[in-house]
């Protein structure tokens, strides 16, 4: 397959809910896209970075300088391109994962496209639907928070993800506990906001039987959740830590964790992300795809990972309408708790061309 071009392209969505997590507050989700066009045709990735380096190092103006300058260029000079050599072909530029895994989403969409495969199929996917979770943000008041826990409930989500930080932990995780009562299948995301100092803290957490405790410490800080496993029954869970396979096994044979959060831009891709469940899965820890807030180019792809079987707990995969009143591609729907995994070629869904032409705050056209 021979690149012809890429096309990187800048959308804006409004949340229809802020989002607030431990490192800041978000009101739209300003998404960047890329389309790889192929002398066989094209194909779509998404880059899950986020404004500014607060969730990773990453951030989306990197993310665009990266790619134009140092990732798309060699792939567009070599003679073809497979998906399976993007990785080794871009191996010398350190780091930008996300930005590499959204260029290599798009080269592998063109390819399966191409060879009438779909994403879960090429993965190993076997489920047909997946349960789905959604991920709560910090609110200012305990009855906006229950008030938005109800409301997801009643829409069908089996688990809820409580956003943590401190100052704001044991009394909300009460509160949804003493009003939804114990059969709501409950954990929290701390994105990195403690420190050793509250290891006694955090597990008082125990209390309230949580599925999950994840990514309290700092992403480099595996120590202390090898400590907070040793003092706590609320299993702990990694997010930012694991950046790849060998982060997976390092910190599986280090003792700190009991899950993983597999999240493919964050691992460099789906193709990584698959190893990172493969090594999961050879170890006994069970894992489920997190989420970046992505529109449904994004969502399409994590549901295709998601089918694979060792992703045994629910995702942070919800409905377009819990992020967006329109999205750029068809709305993904929550039916019976579930999501159907997209069985079209490629990721299996594209882009509406006019949902994006709206949505769109600048796109770039980079040639062979
Ligand atoms: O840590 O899982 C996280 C969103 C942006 C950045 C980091 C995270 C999140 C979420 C949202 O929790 C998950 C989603 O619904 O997409
Ligand atoms: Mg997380």
Redesign the pocket.
């Known amino acids: 397959m021979k690149l012809t071009g890429v096309e990187l392209r800048r959308v804006e969505l409004p949340l229809v809910t802020p ?1 607030r ?1 431990s ?1 800041g507050i ?1 009101y739209t989700r300003d998404a960047l896209l890329v389309r790889a066009v192929t002398d066989t045709g094209e194909g779509w990735g998404e880059c ?1 970075s ?1 404004d500014e380096p607060t ?1 990773s190092s990453e951030y989306t103006d990197g993310a665009v300088d990266v790619l134009r300058r140092f990732l798309i260029p060699p792939l567009l000079s070599a003679d073809s391109v497979t998906a399976i050599g993007v990785g080794p072909a871009l191996s010398a530029i350190k780091g930008h994962r996300m930005a590499k895994a959204a260029l290599e989403t798009a080269i592998l969409d063109a390819e399966l496209r191409a060879g009438g495969m779909s994403l879960a199929n090429r993965l190993g996917g076997t489920a047909a639907t997946v349960p789905v ?3 709560v ?1 910090i609110r200012d008041t305990l009855p906006e928070l229950l008030d938005e826990v109800s409301g997801y409930l009643e829409d069908g989500y089996r688990r809820i ?1 409580l ?1 943590i930080a401190p100052g704001w932990d044991l009394v909300p995780v009460a509160a949804v506990r003493d009003h939804f009562g114990r059969d709501v299948v409950l954990q929290v ?1 701390a ?1 990195t906001a403690y420190g050793p100092a509250d290891l006694r803290h955090l597990a008082k957490l125990d209390a309230f039987d949580l599925l999950l405790i ?2 309290p410490f700092d992403e480099e800080d595996l120590r202390s959740h090898v400590r907070l496993r040793a003092i706590s029954s609320t299993p702990v869970c990694l ?2 830590s694991v950046v790849s396979a060998r982060a997976a096994a390092d910190a599986i044979s280090w003792d700190a964790c009991d899950i993983v ?1 597999i ?1 493919p831009g964050r691992v460099g891709g789906y193709l990584e992300a698959a190893r990172v469940h493969d090594v999961c899965v050879a170890h006994g820890i069970p894992v489920w795809c ?5 529109t449904g180019v994004g969502r399409a792809a994590n549901l295709a990972l998601a089918a694979m079987p060792g992703f045994t707990l629910p995702g ?3 409905a377009s309408a ?2 967006f009143a329109t999205d750029i591609t068809e709305p993904f729907v929550v039916e019976d708790s579930t999501m159907r995994v997209p069985t079209g070629p490629g990721i299996g869904v594209t882009p509406d061309p006019d949902a994006l032409t709206t949505a769109t705050t600048w796109h770039e056209w980079i040639p062979a």
Not at 290 to 294: F, N, P, R, T
């Open positions: 989002f997590t490192f978000e899950v986020i969730y979770g959604v991920s943000g993800k956003k995301d994105n994840e990514q997010d930012e959060n999240k997190g989420g970046m807030v992505e942070d995969i919800s819990r992020y």
